[in-house]
């Protein structure tokens, strides 16, 4: 009785253990930022890279550029690296805070607050990702770049696309945990069948050796007649 109760705790944790694995797999997304802000809101531009292979050390600096409406250049509004933050552009001047990852040199997250949002904060803004990954031998440098089209309105609208992403969210976290169980009921099935057969095989040794040693009394038995 005992040895079945420890052989369904093993089958319960090592199920746990591979669905816990199965979970785990692609952590990391890079989902759009939103591209409608209020005016006289705070509004998040996001602005995410995910590093391909975490076990890799590396570091990052941002820097955030901003195009208006109807002009031809780009201008550096704000940069971040480790010695912090720096707003470059007046037009942005206590008006922009830190969004992205935190103690931490290697940044994976440079979305940027923007506080008080105007009309003219409608524009194209692009960041970009300095990355250096350290390898054994080398370090390797790298750029990412990512765009965001902001547009300021007076009142907030919700659009068709907000609600198909967010159908679509609810749709794949319900086909995540779907996947999940299943799984989770293939591990277990698995595991128990692989316990269920080592029994089996338990069992037959067992009776194999009673049988031997049944013989060997009985030969014994004979021999003393």
């Not at 694995?21 to 531009?45: I, Q």
């Not at 969004?99 to 997250?109: A, E, F, P, V």
């Not at 696309?161 to 609810?170: H, K, L, Q």
Request: aromatic share 12%; proline share 1%.
């Amino acid at each position: 009785m005992a040895s079945s109760k420890l052989l369904f705790f093993i089958v319960l944790l090592l199920t746990l253990l591979c669905s816990m694995v199965a979970y785990s797999r692609g952590a990391c997304a890079e989902p759009d930022s939103d591209t409608e802000a209020v005016a006289g809101k705070g509004f998040k531009l996001g602005c995410l890279s995910c590093k391909r292979r975490s076990e890799v050390e590396g570091s990052a600096t941002v820097e955030w550029y901003f195009r208006g409406k109807g002009e031809a250049d780009f201008v550096r509004i704000y940069t971040y690296s480790e010695e912090g933050p720096n707003i470059e552009s007046d037009n942005f001047m206590d008006r922009v805070d830190w969004n992205g990852s935190k103690r931490s040199h290697d940044i994976q997250d440079a979305s940027i607050y923007l506080l008080n949002v105007t009309f003219n904060d409608s524009g194209t803004y692009q960041c970009f990702f300095n990355r250096i990954l350290f390898y054994a031998n080398y370090e390797y440098s790298t750029v990412v770049s990512k765009v965001v089209h902001l547009t300021v309105v007076a009142k907030a609208t919700r659009g068709t696309a907000s609600i198909v992403s967010e159908v679509m969210m609810y749709v794949s976290i319900i086909g995540l945990q779907v996947w999940l169980l299943i799984e989770m009921i293939y591990c277990y099935r698995k595991i128990s069948a692989a316990g269920e057969e080592a029994l089996r095989e338990a069992a037959n040794a067992e009776y194999l050796a009673i049988a031997s040693e049944s013989k060997d009394n009985c030969a014994g038995v004979q021999v003393g007649e």
